[in-house]
């Protein structure tokens, strides 16, 4: 039973159009996020989610929309790909509180040609 | 604002070498501090945790002790084998929020020789 699984696990698609990765989770968490990694493997958070309602958004584009129609599932929809939009995206939950580890899924590797 | 240094890879080691990789932080108040493992073509793993000042994590022959006084949370693997070879993240809980999201440092990549 996989804890955090998003899909697609690869995403390869064209400048301008618009896409969606899937994320659900089964561990009953009550907060869950998205992450972008990038080429250098760095990790940044983008959104956090809190039973629902967004919490954190740190300065992402507003092509980015996080959608989440209840607490085990937060989608990420982007609209009008772009180039340096390639990288691979995580989502994870956890419990909340600062000293709650996070459940990370396996990634989706997007990649805009 | 709060942030994470850890020491630049790559690292490379024989199997059974000492492992240090450093991580250094700053932070308001009272961070935890959690070192996570991402293996070739996965996500990331949670390796251990700590919660306060002097809090020693460990796992699976890892440790790291939260040291304040020294904002550091260095990991440390007395032997490291080949199935070590990842890439490491030390990361804190930024404290000024409730909804606990993590800030990482920018990753070690570790490789491990026979």
């Known amino acids: 039973d996989t804890a955090v699984s998003q899909t697609p696990k690869y995403l390869v698609t064209q400048m301008g159009n618009d896409k969606s990765i899937k994320c659900e989770q089964n561990?009953?968490?009550?907060?869950m996020y998205w992450y972008k990694q990038d080429s250098k493997k760095f990790l940044k958070i983008m959104f956090s989610?809190?039973?629902?309602?967004?919490?954190i958004n740190e300065t992402v584009p507003n092509r980015f929309s996080p959608k989440s129609p209840d607490k085990a599932h937060l989608n990420l929809h982007i609209n009008s790909l772009e180039l340096g939009d390639s990288a691979v995206y995580f989502c994870?939950?956890?419990?909340?509180?600062?000293?709650?580890?996070?459940?990370f899924g396996q990634g989706t590797r997007l990649t805009v040609v | 604002g709060n942030s994470v240094t850890q020491m630049e890879g790559p690292v490379t080691l024989s199997e059974e070498a000492f492992l240090t990789i450093n991580c250094t932080y700053t932070?308001?108040?009272?961070?935890?501090l959690f070192w996570y493992v991402q293996y070739p073509g996965e996500g990331l793993q949670l390796l251990l945790k700590?919660?306060?000042?002097?809090d020693k994590g460990s796992n699976k022959g890892f440790e790291a002790t939260y040291r304040k006084e020294t904002t550091s949370f260095h990991l440390e693997k007395g032997s490291v084998q080949v199935s070590d070879s990842a890439v490491y993240f030390c990361?804190?809980?930024?404290?000024?929020?409730?909804?606990?999201?993590?800030?990482f440092g920018k990753g070690t990549k570790l490789s491990v020789k026979p």
């Open positions: 994870a939950s956890s419990r909340g509180g600062r000293n709650t580890e996070a459940f």
């Open positions: 561990l009953g968490h009550d907060t």
């Open positions: 989610y809190n039973n629902k309602e967004l919490i």
């Open positions: 932070a308001t108040g009272y961070p935890s």
């Open positions: 700590a919660t306060k000042a002097d």
């Open positions: 990361a804190l809980s930024d404290s000024g929020g409730s909804q606990g999201n993590l800030i």
